[in-house]
């Protein structure tokens, strides 16, 4: 299996900046794309920011230009760089991971996700 630790969020002021870290661990044989999704309070979850295996990025409209997604392949681990935040990025953000895992015996590929954790933006 595979656990995901998500980290950095919190309470900013609108303009401000936050990062995001997602770090996989367990017995993962390989990654293929992660991502940040969010959930505003009353909405539904959204997709934020994709990377592939390979470095491609893509963006939902609302944050291109402002966020950055990127990963570190050794550690196992995304970030999600949020720059210039306002008051409507205020979400839980969740990673997840796309991956193989398993010792010996190797799993098909599942999506895992992380806790969540909550950003904050204030006016």
């Known amino acids: 299996q595979v656990q995901l630790a998500e980290s950095g969020g919190g309470l900013v002021q609108a303009g401000g900046s936050l990062r995001l870290s997602c770090a996989a661990s367990?017995?993962?044989?390989?990654?293929?794309?992660m991502k940040w999704y969010r959930q505003a309070q009353g909405k539904q979850r959204e997709l934020v920011a994709t990377i592939t295996s390979g470095g491609s990025t893509n963006y939902a409209d609302s944050v291109k230009g402002r966020f950055t997604i990127s990963r570190d392949n050794a550690k196992n681990t995304v970030y999600l760089q949020m720059n210039s935040l306002k008051p409507e990025d205020t979400a839980v953000y969740y990673c997840?991971?796309?991956?193989?895992?398993?010792?010996?015996?190797?799993?098909?590929?599942?999506?895992?996700w992380g806790q969540g954790i909550r950003v904050t933006v204030s006016s």
């Open positions: 997840a991971v796309e991956a193989w895992s398993g010792a010996g015996v190797i799993r098909p590929m599942s999506t895992y």
């Open positions: 367990g017995s993962i044989f390989s990654i293929n794309d």
